[in-house]
């Protein structure tokens, strides 16, 4: 929840805290476009320490697909996200993917993946794991 804080985005439901794995489902509720929304993930695809994938099983969405790939290159991770999603109302929403969607997402994981990189980078993540053990 510490990487949404400019949304104000937090978990609700599902798995809210601690670590989330294959078949766990979150749902997050936040404010876009001043709209208050929820969108609810399942992790459909994992592989430990490489790879993730959720997929919105409900939400503002038509469809909502997030991969998550981590490379080992020498003693640093390189994290890769790709994001897939369709806006519902046919034509118009369209329209609003390639007007605002697209850069408002790019924005929005940039933002997110800054603050979960500050928190690998430092001590922080410590207290991440400290609950899984």
């Known amino acids: 929840m510490d990487s949404t804080v400019p949304t104000g985005e937090r978990a609700i439901a599902g798995v809210t805290n601690g670590l989330i794995g294959h078949g766990e489902s979150v749902t997050w509720e936040g404010t876009h476009f001043g709209f208050r929304l929820r969108h609810t993930s399942k992790i459909v695809d994992y ?54 969607l697209r850069d408002y997402m790019r924005r929005f994981l940039v933002e997110r993946n800054t603050t979960i990189k500050r928190i690998a980078e430092s001590n922080g993540w410590q207290r991440y794991l400290a609950n899984e053990r």
Do not use: N, Q, W
């Open 47 to 100: 592989e430990p320490y490489r790879f993730f994938c959720d997929e919105m099983t409900y939400g503002a969405f038509k469809s909502f697909r997030h991969e998550h790939f981590f490379e080992a290159v020498g003693d640093e991770t390189i994290m890769r996200d790709v994001l897939e999603f369709a806006a519902p109302f046919g034509a118009l929403g369209l329209m609003a993917e390639r007007l605002v």
